[in-house]
């Protein structure tokens, strides 16, 4: 199939058009501006709807609009957008609605600054909002993941019934790479029976709510999201394993960190060292099987991350300190050098 140079934010967008999306609903911030600007252009010529609403909060509330319908919704921010989000996510969330959220992450706290950042992982790992739930949370490292992954977010969103993000670094989203872009849909998905489209006198009515005033009713639709909570960590829980078939060492990286950690290992395998890497695609669910089974084999463990140590506390869970959890990290923006990872690697080895 034809590849096309596309930016990681525009790969989003117009995967989402061809994933059968027509609607959106977003507000611009760096670096995810372009996710925005594309569906401007793009929307009114498909007949879909690109609204810039007044705020981040409104944005998602239009979202859950259309989810209630059962269409193909989505919204895109960064960090600070996304923290706006949260309560509408939670909604999302309590009304059992599918949805697409992109979060392009930038520094932070607070406005911090537009280069890189993974530091949003406890944000949207932990559930991004009040009250007990989960988001799915896909992680490109990739233009091509940025594509292949949105497609991945509507459809697992719609299968469990919940809000699914794709969570990428400022760098994911700006960088250019070739991409094959994911196939047309032939049909929009049919309305599920669940969404409010009108009943026409012949069902009940469906209501998209999430207010309970019943302890007990709240307690059994929190136990039953929980039951689907534990199927999406059995079976779509998504990894890649980079020579690791006789690994001493194991990094533990995603998106634009894990493509630097893999320039890492293959110095440190020329070196004789013998390093490979288990790089999470879903961060929820997060893939706590290979890591626990990896435990049993390696010496360490070391965590490449633009954080201060998250996702290494994810590690150290999933592998129930078996073995060494170390970490590399860089904030504020930068981005550690294959030359600072390997020269991590090499103090872990001796």
């Known amino acids: ?11 989003i967008a117009e995967a989402a058009i061809l994933a059968g999306c027509r609607h959106y609903f977003g507000y611009p911030i760096t670096p995810q501006t372009e996710v925005a600007a594309y569906m401007a252009k793009r929307m009114p010529k498909i007949g879909g709807v690109f609204l810039q609403a007044e705020s981040e909060i409104a944005a998602i509330n ?8 059962g269409k193909r919704a989505m919204t895109s921010s960064s960090s600070p957008g996304i923290a706006l989000k949260c309560e509408g996510i939670s909604y999302l969330a309590g009304a059992d609605l599918p949805a697409l959220i992109v ?3 930038r520094g932070g706290p607070g406005l911090g600054g537009i280069q890189p950042s993974q530091s949003d992982y406890f944000l949207c790992t932990r559930g991004p909002g009040h009250g007990d ?9 990739s233009v091509q993941e940025m594509a292949d992954l949105t497609l991945k977010g509507f459809e697992l969103a719609e299968k469990y019934r919940m809000p699914a993000m794709l969570l ?7 960088m250019m790479e070739p991409v094959v872009l994911p196939e047309k849909l032939e049909a929009a998905p049919e309305a599920p029976e669940w969404a409010t489209t009108g009943t026409q006198g012949k069902r009940k009515h469906n209501i998209a709510n999430s207010l309970y005033l019943s302890p007990a009713e709240l307690e059994q639709l929190n136990l039953e999201r929980f039951r689907r909570y534990a199927e999406i960590e059995e079976n779509e829980c998504m990894w890649e394993e980079f020579m690791m078939d006789d690994a001493e060492y194991c990094v533990v990286s995603c998106g634009i960190t894990a493509r630097v950690s893999r ?11 013998k ?3 288990i790089r999470p695609i879903t961060l929820w669910p997060f893939p706590k099987k290979p890591l626990l089974a990896a435990a049993d ?3 360490s463990f070391l965590v490449v991350e633009l954080s201060m140590g998250q996702m290494r506390e994810d590690v150290e869970l999933a592998t129930r300190c078996k073995k060494p959890v170390y970490g590399c990290t860089r904030v504020g923006g930068m981005i550690p050098s294959p030359e600072e990872v390997l020269e991590k690697l090499y103090e872990i080895t001796k």
Do not use: C, W
Request: aromatic share 4%; hydrophobic share 55%.
């Open 1 to 11: 199939m034809e590849k096309v140079l596309m930016k990681g934010n525009e790969a």
């Open 62 to 69: 239009m979202v859950y609009g259309v989810a209630a319908t």
């Open 103 to 105: 979060n392009v992450q």
């Open 133 to 141: 739930f989960h988001v799915l949370v896909l992680a490109p490292s």
């Open 168 to 174: 990428a670094d400022g760098t994911m989203g700006q």
């Open 263 to 273: 320039n890492a290992i293959l110095e440190a395998r020329a070196k004789g060292i």
């Open 275 to 277: 390093v490979g890497m």
């Open 297 to 299: 084999l390696v010496k």
